[in-house]
């Protein structure tokens, strides 16, 4: 039913006072009176207030299929389409009892059954007191009723909820929406007062914005709304006045639910409070910059860093802070992020600060575009580096002091020791001498004597020549290449052919990868772990060497066990040492810097060298040599 006839008394009428029933005016003759009424196309009829026919036109006749007297006695309640009387039933008894003017929209069926639209009004009379009588006229509006339901689909189709509401503010007409919103079915609302719809405190939220609405300015606001136990909903309520050739009619509401807006500005909101909150407290500079380059916020750790004060910084340009050329290598960058190239950049750059001092800092600049990708402002980080720079060049000027004191050493030991082997062999021959051409005029403690000193001489050339070893190592300046450790053990074993031979000993291992290094100096690695294999041996066993190696973090874990006697943990970073030893010569020969070249080979190789139990007992000596490239 469309909102401007779907009232079921004119809203002048029904706000009126009860009224007596107009009497008749002079009739005119029988015959007279048919002519008129039977000219007219609209349906005519006169029934009693309990609706019996008095009178019917030829329209009527002709439409419904009846003749009087036939007719007589018949009740028009029988054409009324059922919905329609039950809707009208109420509303009729009402207007038989206000003696009112009675007018709606009705369905009415014809001699074939078909039901009509008809705009339908009924006027009262009375003739000297007698009973009422009902003059009934009915126009067709079939034609106006089909473009009215179109209209009604329309404005269920509408998401939110429409109302209209007379003077009174009397419901006049609701769409499906307000079930949803207010528990009430559109027939449930109609002919009842705005109040006892929306309750009492809306209707006063609502009568506090009639004056501004009625006086022809429409309101909107927005209010939450819960339905019994429902969640609580957001709408966005519109007020405006409806307004027909200068007279005010009423008003109309409409109310959008608008939830998830209302969260999704929530969280946008909260999601801006969290920013401001993590931009704000940042432990690192943060600030953002327009397109041009120019600062538009800066949080307190960016101003720290430039020794300034936010406010002093906005509106300052990015290119006037940085120290010399840097400027111009910035605009690149951001002209290189404008056109779509990387999503961010990272640099080092250095700013200078209102006092003159410079700062470093590590820079990290990307760029934030909108859904459809246009640039819409830089965001750039900032990161204090000038510590840790000023700590960086401290440690390389402290690493050139140690690599000069290192070459030092290194130079002082070769000369040392290069140096000192022409009297020690002096020492050396002459003491053999002494003890060839006058031992027989010795006695026995004179002859312990020279053996004394000949041994020691001896021992001074091993040592002197391991110092020269490790001094050479360090000096030795050759390109690393791709070694095969299958290889360097196969040399080894050729080396070590008359001692593996003698002892009895089995090697056993598996095939070998390819490492980056030196390969006479991993042969020298190798001879070293195997030639203590080869002495560190239990009485009654003979000994078996294995090899193997496992791949590690981009290199491998080379490594030799025995089955010897085995190193006690306290012990098993104390023989790298140089000269540590832990039997004495007459145990075990040697002279202690066999695992110490080890050691310095594997570091030499940016390795490095340890020691782990072995299964079954005896040592594994493991070296973590670098892979060589594929």
């Known amino acids: 039913m469309s909102p401007d006839t779907s009232s079921e008394l004119t809203p002048a009428v029904a706000a009126a006072e009860p009224a007596a029933v107009e009497p008749a005016a002079a009739e005119p003759t029988p015959g007279l009176f048919a002519s008129i009424v039977d000219a007219v196309p609209q349906l005519i009829c006169a029934f009693s207030q309990q609706g019996e026919y008095l009178f019917l036109n030829r329209a009527m006749r002709e439409f419904t299929g009846a003749e009087l007297p036939t007719a007589h006695g018949g009740s028009f309640r029988a054409l009324v389409h059922p919905e329609d009387l039950s809707r009208l039933e109420p509303v009729w008894q009402r207007a038989f009892a206000q003696g009112v003017v009675f007018r709606s929209d009705v369905r009415l069926r014809d001699r074939a059954g078909r039901y009509h639209w008809f705009d339908m009004t009924s006027k009262p009379t009375r003739t000297d007191g007698g009973p009422v009588t009902w003059y009934t006229s009915a126009t067709n509006v079939d034609d106006r009723r089909s473009l009215t339901d179109d209209l009604q689909l329309v404005l269920d189709a509408f998401p939110g909820m429409i109302a209209l509401w007379d003077r009174d503010l009397m419901n006049r007409y609701a769409n499906v929406a307000h079930k949803r919103m207010f528990g009430m ?72 639910d608008i939830t998830d807006m209302h969260d999704a500005t929530a969280r946008l909101f909260e999601a801006e409070g969290r920013f401001e909150q993590a931009f704000e407290q940042a432990p690192l500079g943060c600030a953002l910059l327009d397109l041009q380059g120019g600062f538009t916020r800066v949080n307190p750790e960016m101003a720290r860093i430039l020794g300034a004060v936010p406010a002093a910084l906005v509106g300052k340009s990015l290119d006037d802070l940085l120290v010399g050329n840097e400027a111009t290598d910035s605009a690149q960058v951001r002209a290189e992020l404008l056109i779509g190239g990387p999503a961010h950049s990272e640099s080092e750059r250095r700013w200078r600060r209102p006092d003159g001092t410079v700062v470093e800092t590590r820079l990290f600049k990307s760029v934030v575009r909108d859904r459809a990708g246009r640039p819409l402002y830089f965001l750039l980080q900032l990161e204090d580096i000038s510590e840790r720079k000023r700590a960086d060049r401290a440690l390389q000027r402290a690493n050139a002091e140690l690599r000069r004191s290192n070459e030092d050493l290194e130079r002082f030991a070769y000369v040392a020791s290069h140096d000192l082997q022409e009297p020690l062999r002096t020492i050396a021959s002459y003491t053999r001498l002494l003890a060839e051409r006058y031992r027989e005029a010795l006695d026995e403690r004179g002859q312990r004597y020279i053996d004394y000193a000949v041994d020691a001489a001896q021992r001074m050339q091993q040592l002197i020549s391991g110092l020269l070893d490790i001094s050479r190592l360090g000096r030795e300046d050759r390109p690393s290449g791709p070694v ?147």
Request: glycine share 10%; aromatic share 6%.
């Open 185 to 256: 079915t559109p027939e449930q609302v109609r002919g009842l007062p705005m109040d006892q719809v929306i309750g009492a405190e809306r209707y006063a939220d609502v009568a506090s914005y009639l004056g501004t609405v009625f006086a022809g300015e429409a309101q909107h606001f927005d209010r939450e709304l819960q339905v019994g136990e429902a969640a609580p909903h957001h709408l966005r309520v519109s007020l405006s006045s409806v307004v027909r050739e200068g007279e005010l009619h009423g008003l109309l509401t409409v109310a959008q």
């Open 484 to 630: 095969d450790l299958n290889t360097v053990v196969s040399a080894v074993q050729r080396l070590l052919a008359k001692a593996i031979s003698t002892a009895e000993a089995t090697v056993e291992g598996s095939h070998l990868p390819m490492v980056l290094g030196h390969q006479d100096q991993l042969i020298r690695l190798v001879q070293n772990l195997m030639g203590n294999a080869l002495k560190f041996t239990r009485p009654g066993h003979r000994p078996i060497i294995r090899i193997g190696a496992e791949p590690e973090a981009g290199g491998w874990r080379f490594w030799i066990s025995d089955n010897g006697p085995g190193i006690a943990p306290e012990y098993r970073e104390r023989v790298f040492g140089m000269f540590q030893r832990l039997h004495t010569r007459e145990q075990v020969p040697g002279n202690g810097i066999g695992l110490a070249v080890v050691k310095r080979i594997a570091e030499l190789h940016h390795g490095k060298a340890w020691i782990e139990s072995s299964e079954g007992g005896g040592t594994k000596v493991l070296v973590w040599l670098p892979a060589a490239e594929q």
